[in-house]
């Protein structure tokens, strides 16, 4: 992420330093129990499913939808993003996600497609609502590939290739993993009993009004 003014790294906070150097960052305990039970209720009413991901429109009628809602003003995502894309941005996306057993695979990829300058146009963020482990396919990332220019290899944006410098991020329930639109990740296959329910949600640079279904940033899933 490049700072909109040249402000040195050392007057940044601990998150946003994280962000500036890696790309992306994991805070922990972000949601307290309340919270996360508020949110995961919209996955306990949807429709049953077989198999594939489970994905949540957030609409008015959405169980405890003000939860979700609230999450564009949690003071850790909102002091991220008036620091990387200005006191102007907007929410581009919100919607759930939970990969079910033996699916939720997914190829490298980024959120955002780089344009001419390298200025951060795209926070992504997940709120993690069970526990993200090895065994259920927590989110992996490659550390700094948010500063790199050229596109992403082809053979690499397959879903079964893996990147030498990936990162397999696992956290606690009640964590948020915060990312620049242009970090390359990708979901894994959860290969637990058990779901892997999060909060996905993308807060923008300027007045770019929100997705279609909240969905757009989501690379597709495999088995």
């Known amino acids: 992420m490049n700072r909109r003014h040249n402000r040195s790294v050392a007057v940044l906070s601990p998150v946003n330093q994280a962000l500036e150097r890696d790309g992306y960052v994991l805070v922990p305990n972000a949601l307290d129990e309340r919270w ?11 429709a049953v499913q077989s198999g594939g991901t489970q994905h949540i429109e957030i ?3 959405t169980p405890e939808v003000e939860s979700w809602r609230a999450l564009e003003h949690h003071p850790v995502l909102k002091t991220a993003a008036e620091h990387f ?7 581009c996306s919100l919607h ?12 490298l990829h980024s959120d955002w497609v780089r344009g001419e300058g390298n200025e951060c146009i795209l926070i992504t963020a997940l709120w993690l609502l069970d526990d993200f482990t090895p065994e259920n396919g927590a989110t992996r990332v490659v550390p700094g590939s948010h500063c790199i220019t050229r596109p992403l290899a ?10 030498r410098e ?3 991020v696992v956290g606690r329930a009640g964590s948020v993993l915060m990312f620049n639109g242009y970090l390359w990740h990708s979901g894994r296959r959860n290969d637990s009993n058990g779901p ?4 996905q949600m993308g807060l923008r640079r300027g007045d770019g009004g929100q997705t279609a279904n909240g969905t757009a940033m989501s690379g597709p899933d495999v088995r």
């Open 59 to 61: 609409t008015d009628e």
């Open 154 to 163: 082809k053979d690499l944006a397959q879903p079964l290739a893996k990147h």
């Open 196 to 199: 892997r329910r999060a909060v």
């Open 85 to 91: 894309l200005s006191q102007s941005h907007s929410l």
């Open 166 to 168: 990936e990162k397999i």
């Open 96 to 107: 759930g996600r939970n990969p079910l057993p033996g699916y939720g695979q997914q190829g």
């Open 36 to 46: 996360i039970e508020r949110l995961r209720l919209a996955f306990d009413c949807a």
